[in-house]
């Protein structure tokens, strides 16, 4: 049974930090690159980031680069995103989902259910 379980969304100030984490189980995490993806209210899914297989390497959009960090713990199955500087226009439900490949994102599938981030003051 594959599941994937965002949690740590909440309300926070602008500016202010949150580190949501993404919880794995039912397959061998070591081998897929994960990525972290937002839908904010009427708009499009987009992409955050995405992290290899081994945590080696990461990749950011540029709206988020230099404020946001992915990282992985594989052997406790977990895959965190660090948030700070956080502005209103961050606020949107964060999924994370497993990848086709092992070094980039692509091919996404088998998504968690999300967790909502709102920033406001």
């Known amino acids: 049974q594959l599941q994937l379980v965002e949690s740590g969304g909440g309300l926070v100030q602008p500016g202010g930090s949150l580190r949501l984490s993404c919880a794995f189980s039912?397959?061998?995490?070591?081998?897929?690159?994960i990525g972290w993806f937002r839908q904010a209210p009427g708009k499009e899914r987009e992409g955050v980031g995405c992290?290899?297989?081994?945590?080696?390497?990461?990749n950011y959009e540029d709206s988020v680069k230099g404020r946001f960090t992915i990282f992985r713990d594989n052997a406790e199955n977990t895959v965190y995103l660090q948030m700070n500087s956080l502005k209103p226009e961050d606020t949107a439900v964060y999924y994370c989902?497993?990848?086709?490949?092992?070094?980039?994102?692509?091919?996404?599938?088998?998504w968690g259910k999300g967790t909502l981030v709102t920033v406001s003051s």
């Open positions: 989902a497993l990848s086709m490949g092992s070094q980039r994102c692509y091919g996404m599938r088998y």
């Open positions: 039912g397959f061998t995490l070591d081998y897929y690159a």
């Open positions: 992290i290899s297989s081994s945590g080696g390497s990461t």
